[in-house]
């Protein structure tokens, strides 16, 4: 079976310091896109990065970058300059065929 | 543009009754998927949607649970016979393309079953 585990329940940031969030997959199918999401206290979820199985390079979207280590099926999130704003649940989640699996999040807490 | 929208944004509704939640995703998206989270938890992945066809219902969590998309828009999900259990924020996304880099999603409906 699939399986995405955050082993970070809580985390904490000095505002403009970077974070870094870890996620592990575990996958058999050598084809698979791997996401993060945003989840702030008003509930929405809020899509962040994506990373391909087959990508070479690592995704980046503006402040964000995926370390993707596809040998330790790793896919950690680098927030860099951290903004009071991202304080939030960050989840990190896999697509296989036709299957979607989330794990259960890091709360992400940027502090002034 | 407009999002993804849902009704209701709250149910409360009594253990054995039927409920029915509504998505309205994002116009020309052909991908449409649900999820349920749970206080405190993750996403768990119930169905996706292309077009009007479900190719994969095995995430639904039991035989009360169905959903149905008509007209590659509008999908429901409904609730048979409700149990505590099944109290949840219910979310809906859509995409432009089956599985799609990126989901855009909409506020839930949290549905308390009492």
Known sequence: AQKITQTQPGMFVQEKEAVTLDCTYDTSDPSYGLFWYKQP?????????????????????????????KARKSANLVISASQLGDSAMYFCAANTGNQFYFGTGTSLTVIP | GAGVSQSPSNKVTEKGKDVELRCDPISGHTALYWYRQSLGQGLEFLIYFQGNSAPDKSGLPSDRFS???TGGSVSTLTIQRTQQEDSA??????????????????????????
């Open chain 1, 41 to 69: 206290s008003s509930g929405e979820m809020i899509f962040l990065i994506y990373q391909g199985s087959y990508d070479q390079q690592n995704a980046t979207e503006g402040r964000y970058s995926l370390n993707f280590q």
């Open chain 2, 67 to 69: 959903a149905e998309r």
């Open chain 2, 89 to 114: 924020v219910y979310l809906c996304a859509s995409s432009p393309t089956f599985p799609g880099r990126e989901q855009y999603f909409g506020p839930g409906t949290r549905l308390t079953v009492t």
